[in-house]
């Protein structure tokens, strides 16, 4: 083998066991490996390029990469959904959940400033979903008369800037008959239940904000690295114990669930596992392509979710791309037993 073969070969094997890594992230209390699951599209592209590269030149050294690829496949699942055409056909049993962290309003720059709230309520109106679920969500922004076909409201909103995390509504077509907060200690985050009554069966709603990286791309390079690490490491440590009160109030559940939120967080990350538990990924069911609901340094990421109990059929998932926010909304088409 050449020496450049070699050095191929070790580079192979460095992302191959990487992968590795990222695999056992969803198993394992470590935040300080938790970093390698963001990175799980890149070293699946990239272990696909060193496989290919020895398939062509014909070595064993495919094996490598290969085993660890379907290694992945079966214990993270895909980060592309290949559903085909929409499944979504009208139901009178179906209902229609949105989901969207609209960054207070500010609009799709991030500018500090409340511009954005009568462009985010008009594509909410054209949506006219049944259930709206907004995160980072701020009371003074609704201008009055909108919403106005949502007459059941349920919000946790505090007038602390530094509290804007904890701020969720939940804006439903359906009678609230009861709902409550998720407290989740030391952090400026939170979350929101409801029960609502869709013809004869009550289903709980959740609304999660989870732990934020606080990590903004222009702010990077001026932070020192071993600091960065820290509030990363301990920012993923607050998702793992924010999970499991969430995975608690999901288990005590008198209802059949739904979870939209953001999660701050891929789909292999370990508090995305544990709530998820044995519910069904409506992107995954239902979606199409890549699914991004945010760019960080140009890089995508899918970090807002809606979670379906497995009594429910997922009938549609959009991921649109509307830039009023630094999210992008998603919305699920789920259809309701009929007993």
Same mark, same amino acid.
């Given at each position: 083998?050449?020496?450049?073969?070699?050095?191929?070969?070790?580079?192979?094997?460095?992302?191959?066991?990487?992968?590795?890594?990222? +695999?056992?992230?969803?198993?394992?209390?470590?935040?300080?490996?938790?970093?390698?699951?963001?990175?799980?599209?890149?070293?699946?592209?990239?272990?696909?390029?060193?496989?290919?590269?020895?398939?062509?030149?014909?070595?064993?050294?495919?094996?490598?990469?290969?085993?660890?690829?379907?290694?992945?496949?079966?214990?993270?699942?895909?980060?592309?959904?290949?559903?085909?055409?929409?499944?979504?056909?009208?139901?009178?049993?179906?209902?229609?959940?949105?989901?969207?962290?609209?960054?207070?309003?500010?609009?799709?720059?991030? /500018?500090?400033?409340?511009?954005?709230?009568?462009?985010?309520? *008009?594509?909410?109106?054209?949506?006219?979903?049944?259930?709206? +679920?907004?995160?980072?969500? /701020?009371?003074?922004?609704?201008?009055?008369?909108?919403?106005?076909?949502?007459?059941?409201?349920?919000?946790?909103?505090?007038?602390?800037?530094?509290?804007?995390?904890?701020?969720?509504?939940?804006?439903?077509?359906?009678?609230?008959?009861?709902?409550?907060?998720?407290?989740?200690?030391?952090?400026?985050?939170?979350?929101?239940?409801? *029960?609502?009554? /869709?013809?004869?069966?009550?289903?709980?709603?959740?609304?999660?904000?989870?732990?934020?990286?606080?990590?903004?791309?222009?702010?990077?390079?001026?932070?020192?690295?071993?600091?960065?690490?820290?509030?990363?490491? *301990?920012?993923?440590?607050?998702?793992?114990?924010?999970?499991?009160?969430?995975?608690?109030?999901?288990?005590?559940?008198?209802?059949?669930?739904?979870?939209?939120?953001?999660?701050?967080?891929?789909?292999?990350?370990?508090?995305?596992?544990?709530?998820?538990?044995?519910?069904?990924?409506?992107?995954?069911?239902?979606?199409?392509?890549?699914?991004?609901?945010?760019?960080?340094?140009?890089?995508?990421?899918?970090?807002?979710?809606?979670?379906? *109990?497995?009594?429910?059929? /997922?009938?549609?998932?959009?991921?649109?791309?509307?830039?009023?926010?630094?999210?992008?909304?998603?919305?699920?088409?789920?259809?309701?037993?009929?007993?």
């Amino acid at each position: 083998m050449s020496f450049i073969k070699k050095i191929i070969l070790f580079l192979n094997v460095v992302f191959a066991f990487s992968l590795f890594l990222a +695999c056992i992230v969803p198993y394992t209390s470590s935040a300080s490996l938790a970093f390698v699951s963001l990175t799980v599209p890149a070293l699946v592209l990239i272990n696909m390029l060193f496989f290919l590269f020895w398939l062509f030149n014909k070595k064993i050294h495919l094996l490598i990469s290969l085993i660890i690829l379907v290694y992945g496949y079966f214990t993270l699942g895909t980060f592309i959904a290949f559903n085909g055409s929409n499944k979504h056909i009208v139901d009178t049993n179906s209902i229609t959940l949105l989901s969207y962290n609209v960054l207070g309003f500010r609009g799709g720059d991030d /500018v500090w400033e409340y511009n954005g709230s009568s462009q985010v309520l *008009d594509f909410i109106s054209d949506e006219n979903p049944d259930i709206i +679920c907004l995160q980072e969500f /701020v009371q003074n922004k609704i201008k009055k008369g909108s919403l106005e076909s949502y007459p059941f409201v349920s919000k946790r909103y505090n007038l602390e800037n530094d509290q804007g995390g904890k701020n969720l509504a939940i804006y439903s077509k359906y009678k609230i008959i009861n709902n409550g907060k998720l407290e989740f200690p030391e952090t400026y985050n939170g979350g929101l239940f409801v *029960d609502v009554v /869709v013809e004869k069966d009550t289903i709980r709603v959740f609304n999660l904000h989870m732990e934020s990286f606080g990590v903004r791309p222009y702010s990077i390079k001026y932070e020192r690295s071993d600091k960065l690490f820290v509030r990363l490491r *301990d920012s993923f440590a607050k998702q793992q114990r924010q999970s499991l009160i969430v995975k608690k109030f999901v288990d005590e559940s008198p209802y059949n669930i739904l979870i939209a939120g953001d999660f701050n967080n891929t789909q292999f990350s370990k508090s995305y596992f544990d709530i998820r538990g044995n519910l069904n990924d409506s992107f995954l069911e239902a979606g199409h392509g890549y699914g991004e609901t945010i760019k960080f340094w140009k890089f995508p990421f899918r970090i807002d979710m809606i979670l379906v *109990d497995p009594i429910f059929e /997922v009938l549609d998932h959009k991921n649109y791309s509307v830039d009023l926010s630094d999210h992008e909304p998603i919305m699920a088409t789920i259809k309701i037993p009929s007993e």
